[in-house]
């Protein structure tokens, strides 16, 4: 049986993938940021695709499903092709910036050739869901595809975030308040500063998947900044300000 190493130095043909993002490479290549069905995110030159004529260039469009091949040994593979592998999804004003936010999000907490596939259908259906929303401003609707979305990946990566049980490993009381810690979860607000204080609510509804009401659209959006501020470390995220700055979303 083959080992991942052996595997990923091999020729990988028509693979369901999304660019993340792209960055020059010499004089006419671009570094495609890929994320990948069965290999997470995966790092690839495509050559020559800054010229203008090139076939690649055209290609290198975020938020749709693509068919990729590739091949290397090295971290940094040669890309070597891309077709359309689905519908085209179409993302406008504020979706398109919530779509550039959750790029961002992969890129920076994703390890490279790490395969995640539940959190790749997860992707490509919030992006279908991103591109339903009809009208211009939906601040809420998009709102809570974030939160979900911030949710799901902090939980898929294997980052613990109890929702259910405080950190005795307790039930959540709706109506207590609390304070929640980073690698610790809900806790008795005397027992730290950190973190951020809210309602057992809160929790219930975020492990329901229920944002509908208004206290906790805000809370988990307190609580959800907190803990990717944690594990992003001291480094901004570029589209999160954009996003606050446009709608507090």
Known sequence: MLNMAATNAQRQDQQPVYVLHTYPFKETSLVVELFSQQFGRVAAVAK?????RSAMRGMLQSFQQLSGAWSGKNELKILHSLDWNAGLTLLKGEA?????YMNELLLRLLPREDAHETLFAYYSQTLS?????????NSMALAIILRRFELRLLQEMG???PLLQDEHDQEIVPDKVYRYEAEYGACELSATKNGVQLLGQTLLDMANNQFDALQTRQQSKQLMRYLLAHYLGDKPLHTRQLLIDLQGI
């Open 48 to 52: 020559g695709a800054r010229r203008p």
């Open 96 to 100: 398109l910036m919530c779509g550039f």
């Open 129 to 137: 869901e991103l591109s339903s929303i009809k009208t211009v401003h």
């Open 159 to 161: 980052y613990a975030v």
